[in-house]
Nanobody, 113 residues
Framework: QVQLVESGGDLVQPGGSLRLSCAAS????????MGWYRQAPGKQRELVAV???????NYANSVKGRFTISRDNAKNTVYLQMNSLKSEDTAVYYC???????WGQGTQVTVSS
């Protein structure tokens, strides 16, 4: 089973940028489609972005054009580059290896002035 550890969350001002990382171990990373989800206080966890083993990507409408998901199979890592951040992006961000049930512990992103 794959283990996942997120990092990179922080407090950032509106309009700023952050890059989240998710490091995988324990299995062959390159065989998994990977996803980033987020959960804001009082809300359900929602899908943010997905990247397949072949590098195809898909995004939630709310982040399209602002966020970019990528992966480096040599480093067993998936990234989420977040630009033009808004207060509504504030949430705990989780990465997952899709269809495996494996999740990271989450990293907090707070967008506030």
């Amino acid at each position: 089973q794959v283990q996942l550890v997120e990092s990179g969350g922080d407090l950032v001002q509106p309009g700023g940028s952050l890059r989240l990382s998710c490091a995988a171990s324990g299995s062959i990373f390159s065989i998994y489609d990977m996803g980033w989800y987020r959960q804001a206080p009082g809300k359900q966890r929602e899908l943010v972005a997905v990247i397949t083993t072949g590098g195809s990507t898909n995004y939630a409408n709310s982040v399209k054009g602002r966020f970019t998901i990528s992966r480096d199979n040599a480093k067993n890592t998936v990234y989420l580059q977040m630009n033009s951040l808004k207060s509504e992006d504030t949430a705990v961000y989780y990465c997952t290896a899709l269809h495996t049930g494996s999740w990271g512990q989450g990293t907090q992103v707070t967008v506030s002035s």
